[in-house]
T-cell receptor, first 115, second 114 residues
Framework: AQSVTQLGSHVSVSEGALVLLRCNYS??????LFWYVQYPNQGLQLLLK??????LVKGINGFEAEFKKSETSFHLTKPSAHMSDAAEYFC?????????????FGRGTSLIVHP | DTGVSQNPRHKITKRGQNVTFRCDPI?????LYWYRQTLGQGPEFLTY????????KSRLLSDRFSAERPKGSFSTLEIQRTEQGDSAMYLC????????????FGDGTRLSIL
């Protein structure tokens, strides 16, 4: 069975500072991993995805994530936070175990950006 | 690609009433998912369609919930005899085939039970 843990329900950074949002997964087979962003009163929007090609994945809005199999992690980073990055971020995992097509989502991390 | 469309955006109803939500997926996507999201939580899976076939339902989905996807196009989610605990954001997502395919979400329907 697949699962996702997002460490820290809230992360607070200053504008211009490094953003690091943590995601650890559990999967019995090679996983597919996704990061989504959600702004208030909107649906989730794909930031980036890992599908077994390059381990460093670049996404939209300057975000990137690195797949580390040994650490079962897929942390999301951005070198310099912008006020517009304030949102809820969700990590999700999908794999072929059990034949289910249903991705599993983490509980989310709220990113707060201070001026 | 016009995106996933959900209607209505907001629904306020009295406890005990029935409500129905509609989702129009991206036209070339044959998979459609319904999720429920409460404040501070990630999306909670409710049910999934492959074309018109409902292939999976969450064990958390009570008998008061039913979903359809006639002709494999739009989908409806109905909640009968609504309860206070049904208050949430209901999200619809669609995707192409494949475990590596991301989901495209609509903006959701926010349900408030008075």
């Amino acid at each position: 069975a697949q699962s996702v843990t997002q460490l820290g329900s809230h992360v607070s950074v200053s504008e211009g500072a490094l953003v690091l949002l943590r995601c650890n997964y559990s999967s019995s087979v090679p996983p597919y991993l996704f990061w989504y962003v959600q702004y208030p009163n909107q649906g989730l929007q794909l930031l980036l995805k890992y599908t077994s090609a390059a381990t460093l994945v670049k996404g939209i809005n300057g975000f990137e994530a690195e797949f580390k199999k040994s650490e079962t992690s897929f942390h999301l980073t951005k070198p310099s936070a912008h006020m517009s990055d304030a949102a809820e971020y969700f990590c999700a995992v999908s794999d072929q175990s059990g034949g289910s097509y249903i991705p599993t989502f983490g509980r989310g991390t709220s990113l707060i950006v201070h001026p | 690609d016009t995106g996933v469309s959900q209607n209505p955006r907001h629904k306020i109803t009295k406890r005990g009433q029935n409500v129905t939500f509609r989702c129009d997926p991206i036209s070339e996507h044959n998979r459609l998912y319904w999720y429920r999201q409460t404040l501070g939580q990630g999306p909670e899976f409710l049910t999934y369609f492959q074309n018109e076939a409902q292939l999976e339902k969450s064990r958390l989905l009570s008998d008061r919930f039913s979903a359809e996807r006639p002709k494999g196009s739009f989908s409806t989610l109905e909640i009968q005899r609504t309860e206070q605990g049904d208050s949430a954001m209901y999200l619809c997502a669609s995707s192409q085939d494949g475990f590596n395919q991301p989901q495209h979400f609509g903006d959701g329907t926010r349900l408030s039970i008075l």
